[in-house]
């Protein structure tokens, strides 16, 4: 049976429905989890660090971490509230899966993201049946699969080498998918193909099918080897063979695959994006654990310059603070500026590879010879850092991001210094959010209110004391640079299907990401005076952050009191202390 049709679909391979129960607070089920996990270093947890990466050299997922998750009921994170599940804004999913790529960014991927990134699609664009049929799979403990990556093809999604013919009543379907994560165990699966020969944005379309319904000899799933990064996932192939299925698996009007597509991604860039840094905040801990063990009698690890290794410490802290605030505003834009989104989310997942990649690497100088480690608390380190570069791949690749904002820039660049700043609650992690809406979503809107808050901040800052003067200078250099990029982007010939993609582009792209993640480092700041977290009030880190901005830009230097670093390397060391993490919502970590 094939979901969408009348008929009653087939029950779940997990039957046994999970009460929703009372899912409390997002704070509160956050630390509930974190605290189901435990200490990831103490011995004998059968969830803790050892447990993860002896799954991970089996190539497996831990079963004990998977059957944690659906305990705690992260199944119905997943599916809307009106649907049964909890599901009510990107930023709690955000906060409630951060515990997990806290400890295994595959388990995060495979038990989890998969499975959302595929009913997404559905909650968009399914009819009330395909929506009901999905909500009872996840609802159940179910797994979904979604079927877009296109190896052949560098991952153009677009050109999709899936196609489904319609004949009479139903589709039949052809073609291969190399790469799909979960699809031997999927109880769903959001499938991309080709509808229509014709070029063009109507060419595509996405199917909700129930794979155990497929004919044997018309549809095959087949294990792929183990990769380097995200080891512990189930990456394998399917191929169709005309394979038959009803007209009405159809999500959405046929044709309607790329623009759901776009849309959907909005959603998945962001969070996907958002949750890895949750992986770099364990490696910065590990680091400084590393560097606390090192000493006399340590047989040769101690760091040659033990300035250079706090140096290294505070800066990891400092690009992990700065791709957080752009991650963090991307997530609370999909319910407060949602038409402006298709350009934030596809900003915070190009900055991924450019960021924390670089600073896994960064931090890698610390550990010296113990990066080898492949057990225990300093082994987890290796992990992340073969997993997190995984995630950057793909459709949602970096150079897929750019192209997602260049053919907007021009637009955007005419809005930079006239239009509305963002709504202030943008900038304030963990306050409320109204609710999500799908229709919002837009593939392009021309505002860019992140960047009109630059200019609007940048305007009202003062100098009071050294390190307010250097963030106004360095403020000042940000809106400058939106000036520049302006007026670069403004004399480039417009983009469109007849013209070529200059290289210029793609240069101004990745200087324009930038001007992005300072904008939302002085939003942050500017309003972390109204939280409780006394750290973001402090000018320090926000100085420093701005610092690191202009010096990938080229920047001409602006001297960075020495304060600033002081205070973020202390930061660095209380919150190890204090076992807080090291983002934004400086959390409360089990220990």
């Not at 990649?357 to 100088?365: H, I, N, P, R, V």
Request: hydrophobic share 45%.
């Amino acid at each position: 049976m094939v979901s969408g049709v009348a008929a009653p679909p087939r029950s779940p391979a997990h039957p046994a429905p999970a009460p929703p129960g009372e899912p409390g607070t997002v704070p509160d089920r956050a630390a509930e989890l974190e605290e189901l996990f435990g200490d990831p270093a103490a011995r004998g947890n059968p969830v803790g660090f050892a447990a993860l990466l002896s799954a991970d050299r089996r190539a497996v997922l831990s079963a004990d971490a998977e059957d944690l998750l659906d305990d705690f009921g992260m199944h119905l994170e997943y599916v809307p509230r009106e649907l049964g599940g909890r599901f009510d804004s990107a930023e709690t999913l955000l906060r409630v899966m951060r515990p997990v790529f806290r400890r295994d960014v595959a388990l995060g991927m495979g038990y989890g993201m998969s499975t959302f990134m595929a009913a997404s699609d559905v909650w968009m664009t399914g009819s009330t049946a395909q929506r009901t049929w999905l909500a009872g799979l996840l609802r159940s403990r179910s797994k979904a699969a979604i079927a877009q990556h296109e190896t052949a093809h560098t991952n153009d999604f677009v050109r999709s080498q899936v196609r489904a013919t319609l004949s009479a009543d139903r589709l039949h379907v052809t073609g291969a998918k190399t790469i799909v994560n979960n699809a031997r165990r999927a109880d769903a699966l959001v499938l991309f193909c080709r509808t229509d020969e014709r070029v063009g944005s109507r060419s595509h379309s996405a199917l909700l099918l129930d794979p155990h319904t497929l004919p044997a000899d018309r549809y095959r799933a087949s294990a792929r080897r183990p990769s380097v990064g995200l080891r512990g996932c189930q990456l394998d192939g399917m191929e169709f063979d005309e394979c038959p299925v009803p007209a009405q698996a159809l999500l959405g009007p046929a044709g309607s695959g790329v623009p759901t597509a776009l849309r959907s991604f909005q959603m998945s860039r962001t969070l996907t994006a958002a949750l890895v840094a949750a992986s770099v905040d364990t490696s910065l801990r590990t680091a400084v654990l590393v560097d606390r063990m090192q000493g006399p009698g340590d047989g040769g690890l101690s760091p040659v310059d033990p300035e250079h290794t706090a140096a290294t410490l505070a800066n990891a802290f400092v690009n992990l603070l700065f791709y957080d605030c752009l991650a963090v505003v991307a997530t609370r834009a999909l319910h407060l500026h949602p038409a402006e989104t298709s350009v934030y989310s596809a900003a915070v997942k190009a900055l991924l590879p450019r960021v924390l990649s670089e600073t896994m690497y960064d931090l890698a100088t610390v550990l010296g010879s113990q990066l080898y480690t492949r057990g225990g608390t300093i082994g987890i380190f290796q992990k992340h850092v073969r997993d997190v570069p995984v995630v950057s791949l793909g459709h949602a690749g970096t150079v897929a991001c750019q192209t997602t904002i260049i053919p907007q820039l021009q637009r955007l660049a005419r809005d930079w210094f006239t239009g509305e700043p963002a709504h202030a609650a943008l900038f304030r992690p963990g306050a409320p959010l109204p609710p999500f809406s799908h229709p919002r979503l837009a593939l392009a809107s021309g505002r860019d209110s992140l960047s009109a808050s630059l200019v609007a901040t940048a305007a009202g800052l003062t100098g009071r004391n050294p390190v307010e003067r250097a963030l106004r200078a360095l403020a000042e250099q940000m809106v400058d640079e939106l000036r520049d990029l302006r007026t670069r982007i403004l004399a480039l010939p417009s983009v469109n299907e007849h013209t070529p993609v200059r290289p210029a582009w793609f240069a101004l792209t990745d200087r324009y990401v930038l001007v992005l993640a300072a904008a939302a480092v002085l939003g942050v700041w500017r309003h972390g005076h109204e939280g409780t977290d006394p750290f973001l009030a402090d000018p320090a880190w926000a100085t420093a952050a701005l610092h690191r901005i202009a010096r990938r830009l080229g920047a001409p230097a602006v001297d960075l009191p020495p304060e600033c670093m002081a205070r973020v390397h202390q930061e660095v060391l209380a919150r190890f202390g204090d076992r807080r993490s090291y983002d934004l919502y400086n959390t409360p970590l089990p220990g």
